[in-house]
Structure formats: C-alpha cells, structure tokens
C-alpha cells in the first residue's frame, strides 16, 4: 500500500505541483491505510517510506554534469550542477539526456556504438555549455561530465566514498 500511495504522490506532485488534485479512490484507501495505527511508523523504521521498499547494492550510478564559469583570467569563480533550467519539462530533459550516457556505456562495452551516435551527444554536452555561457556571461565555460560511482558493499562496509569518474571535458 506504502508503494502505491508513494508513486500517486508522485504523480500529483509532477502534475499539479501546489495546486490540490482531486484525489481517486484509490490513492484515499491507501493513505488510509498507511495512516492507521502503527503502520507510519513501521514505514518509517523499515525504510520503506523512502519508496524503496529493498536494499539492493547494484543500484545504477549516476551521471553529474558540472559547468565551471570561469571570467577572463581563467579563474573559476562559480561552479554550476545543472544549466539553469527554468522548468520541469526542461529538467526532465536534461536527466532524460544523461540516462542516454548510460545507453551509450554500455553499447560501448559491447562494441555497439556507432560514431555518428557518440558525435551527435557530444555536441549536444557542448550545446549546454554554450547555452550556460551565453546566459551567465562567463568568458569561458568548462563542461565535465562525471559518472556518480558509488561503493560497493564491502567498500561501504570499509567507510570507502562515493567517487566521480571523469568521462568528458571540454573547455568552451
């Protein structure tokens, strides 16, 4: 029931944001029914009202894109996480352009990727960094794209931290 409440509050949260959606009937029984007595806190104490309702070690690494605004000496005097993206279509494209970094991994890894493909997302990377560029007014622009790997359990056992794997660089 936790899951079900979970991914409808998802839902109406992407799709009507602050604004009150009529809820259906069966998103009501299931925040009754993570309501009632005991359950919250069951919820809370297993982890599961995290949406996630298992600990699963092969969790996908991620990808972070990092834009350096640097003035004309070189300096980097800002460093940026996202490129200024003023919507939520326009911040679900961006992450949705990273997840295809991932295709092109592991295509990579079985020899599968064909270079108009690889050309065709490095120019859009570039494309971003110019786009942070024209809108911050920095002289120049670094553009990294880093993979978020995180350790594995023996790793995580030992304290060991998550790293950055550089993939791309570009100055712009």
């Known amino acids: ?19 009150k959606a009529e809820e259906n009937i069966v998103y009501r029984f299931a925040r009754y029914c993570t309501d009632l007595p005991g359950c919250a806190q069951w919820y809370q104490l297993t982890g599961m009202a995290t949406g996630y309702g298992f600990f699963s070690p092969n969790v996908a690494s991620d990808f972070v894109v990092l834009f350096e605004l640097k003035d004309a000496n070189g300096q980097v005097y800002k460093t940026l996480e996202t490129p200024l993206i003023q ?5 679900m494209r961006f992450y949705t352009f990273l997840g295809v970094y991932m295709d092109k991994i592991l295509s990579k890894e079985e020899n599968k990727v064909p270079d108009k493909y690889e050309r065709l997302l490095d120019v859009m990377l570039k494309q971003l960094g110019f786009y942070v560029k024209r809108h911050t007014g920095a002289q120049s622009v670094g553009v990294s794209l880093y993979l978020y790997d995180y350790p594995s359990l023996r790793e995580f056992q030992l304290f060991k931290k998550p790293r950055l794997i550089l993939l791309q660089k570009y100055d712009l």
Not at 1 to 19: A, P, Q, R, S, V
Not at 87 to 91: L, Q, V
Request: net charge negative; charged share 25%.
């Open 87 to 91: 919507s939520k279509e326009g911040n």
């Open 1 to 19: 029931m936790n899951n079900i409440k979970l991914g409808l509050d998802g839902y109406y949260t992407f799709y009507y944001g602050e604004e």
